[in-house]
Nanobody
């Protein structure tokens, strides 16, 4: 059973930056591709990007491309989401997801990001 914990959220002004972490306990994260999702109040959860297990490939949704960067440090069992040039519309609860199959599909509890002046 993989347990994921997100951290690093908080309140930031528009144009600012935050770096979120997704750390795994109880099992290694290195075998899993990791996706980041976010959910705003009243909105469906949306995927914003992902990284392959071997760190060779990343994908970003158009709304965050060029501003957000996903990286991983398998030695630390952690995946990161660096968020720059934040906008008020980036306000959401951010989740990481590790999934190999329907049977191996794990979510963290989420971390709140609020972009406001």
């Amino acid at each position: 059973q993989l347990q994921l914990v997100e951290s690093g959220g908080g309140l930031v002004q528009p144009g600012g930056s935050l770096k979120l972490s997704c750390t795994a306990s109880s099992a290694t994260l290195s075998a899993y591709p990791i996706a980041w999702f976010r959910q705003s109040p009243g909105q469906e959860r949306e995927g914003i990007g992902c990284i392959s297990s071997n760190d060779r490939f990343t994908y970003y949704q158009n709304s965050v491309k060029g501003r957000f960067t996903i990286s991983r440090d398998n030695a630390k069992n952690t995946v990161y989401l660096q968020m720059n040039s934040l906008k008020p519309e980036d306000t959401a609860v951010y989740y990481c997801n590790a999934r190999l199959s329907r049977a191996y599909d794990y979510w963290g509890q989420g971390t709140q990001v609020t972009v406001s002046s």
